[in-house]
Structure formats: C-alpha cells, structure tokens
C-alpha cells in the first residue's frame, strides 16, 4: 500500500514537474528578449542614399491602385455587356428561326 501511495507521489511530482517546464518555455517565448542587432544588421538597416530613388511614395501608389481598381471595373463591366449581349442576340436569333418555321 505504501508502494502505491509513493508511486502516485513520483508521477504527480513529474507532472507538476512538467508543467511547470512548459509553462516557463511558454513565458519564455512571449517576452521576446530584445537583442541588439550585430555590426552587419546595424549596416543593413541603415538608409541607403543609393536605394532612395526606388522609394514609392504614398500618394502615387495610391494613384496606381485607384487607376488599377477603375481599370479592374472597366474590364468586368465590359465582360458583363458582351455576355448580355450575346445572350440577347442568341434569345433574338432563336425568335426568329421560330417564327420561320413556324410559318413556312
């Protein structure tokens, strides 16, 4: 009986045990240590005169998008006329070769 007693202490000292393991890796990996950025990041984050030109500017990319958006209306407008249209020149031609056959 006490085997028993002892056994059920070692296993819950090992899952208390454990869980304390992944409750520390857990807090761990949320505070996110700050670490300072080495020579070679602190080069590649630095502006580069010679990348300036290549910059988008807020106000022009806003143009593009606007112009691709209305572009983007154009074309499916444009679809959905052409399906209509076929559909009615369709409905008109079945009309039509009905009523020929009809009378002939």
């Not at 009986?1 to 454990?18: D, E, W």
């Not at 052409?82 to 369709?90: D, G, L, P, Q, T």
Request: proline content about 3%; hydrophobic content about 40%.
């Amino acid at each position: 009986m006490a085997f028993l007693l002892n056994k059920t202490g070692v296993v819950s000292h090992f899952r208390s045990h454990i869980s304390q393991k992944t409750e520390d890796a857990l807090s761990l990996a949320r505070r996110a240590y700050h670490i300072e950025p080495g020579p070679r990041e602190k080069a590649l984050l630095e502006k580069d005169p010679v990348l300036k030109r290549f910059k988008s500017h807020k106000k022009s990319v806003w143009r593009l998008k606007r112009v691709a958006d209305v572009a983007t209306i154009v074309v499916v407008a444009g679809c959905c006329y052409e399906i209509y249209v076929k559909a009615v020149m369709r409905e008109e031609a079945r009309k039509q070769a009905k009523a020929e056959g009809g009378s002939a």
